[in-house]
């Protein structure tokens, strides 16, 4: 006789959610606050931008490291520490009194930040009947787009009113907030599987999941070289005033959370429509930023409009990962994670040496390049090319 389906956890669900919230928020608010960063910490704009390379390059590694290393703990643990180190970074970066220290919380979120990450869907699916899977990881990605709206446009708005440290001290409520209600509403969930090193060298080894971590490398490399720097460009090229930034910024962000529902449309008809329809729009908008930067209608739509096409992203990819390797979701899921934090290191470097050695729009070209070549390799190579 079959086993009845186990219930639907949603509290647990959407404790997720508020995770992948906080993480999210704390990830974005230095592209609100760089300028504000640098000036009170005495370095320029392109090395302030390097706290978001920090995060990066630490969230890379802990991706596929932290279900590894913690792979005898129960899951639900895991994710309170690591939520709990989200919340000790927030209150780091809200006291920095140096670059060095700064840098030292951004590494803290780094680990929350990869950890939680690699392990959110995989645990989701866990929450709910397989038949609600889907709707269970939409659920979770609600957290970005959430945070896609709020994040950047409420920082810069905190910035100007109590200085960039106030936004962290918001960010840290929200930990405080997560980690509670993680707390009440994750049952006990014991690690399952055996997670090890051969099996993500046999990943690796699929051409499917190499194909998609290189699109990855080029497109959201692109994305964030002209996502970091982006304040940059309104205040040095357009010249606006803080609170039309802020507006502009909230255009950024409705536009990311409508964007998030178009590319999951999209996605589920095909993934690589998806991410090559948000690609080619990225760069046709860099392009329009370095042409008629200096126009303020130009600048506002352009950013709007950026955000809605990044919408596409992080479904199109996941869901082209996860039909690569539906039998290793969590391994998947970690190699995802560490190729979107490689790609955003690599985006905040080389838009940040751009942007102190060739101005402000040395970024968003830097956005028409590698989003133009990782759109080429998506079209050609991707799920559904084949000739």
Known sequence: MAAHPPAARWPGVASLALGVFGLVTAEFLPASLLTAMAADLHVSVGVAG???????????????????????????????????????????????????????????????????????????MRLVPEPLVARAISVVLTGVSVATVCAAPIGAWMGELWGWRSAFIAAGAVSVLALAVQALTLPALPPRGQANLRALGALLA???????????????????????????????????????????????????????????????????????????????????????????????????LWGFAFGAFPVGFQTWILRSAPDQAEGAGGLLVAAFQVAIAAGAVGGGLLVDHAGALGAPAFAVVALGLGSLITWRYGPGARS
């Open 50 to 124: 390097q706290a978001v390379t920090a995060t990066a390059l630490v969230g890379a590694v802990a991706a596929p490291s932290i279900p590894l290393l913690t792979r005898r703990f129960d899951r639900k643990s895991v994710l309170l520490a690591l939520t709990g180190l989200l919340l000790v970074s927030n209150l780091l970066a809200a006291t920095a009194g140096s670059l060095a220290v700064l840098l030292g919380a951004r590494v803290l979120l780094g680990i929350a930040l990869g950890g939680f990450w690699s392990m959110a869907a995989a645990l989701a």
């Open 206 to 304: 699929r051409p499917d999941v190499r194909t998609a971590l290189v699109a990855v490398l080029f497109v959201i490399s692109g994305h964030f070289a002209g996502f970091t720097y982006i304040r940059p460009v309104m205040e040095e090229v357009t010249r606006l005033p803080v609170e039309a930034i802020s507006a502009i910024l909230l255009g950024y962000g409705v536009g990311g959370f409508f964007g998030n529902f178009a590319g999951g449309w999209i996605a589920g008809r095909s993934e690589r429509h998806a991410i090559v329809a948000g690609g080619v729009l990225i760069v046709l908008l860099a392009l329009s930023l370095l042409v008629a930067g200096t126009s303020t209608a130009v600048t506002a739509i352009t950013v709007t």
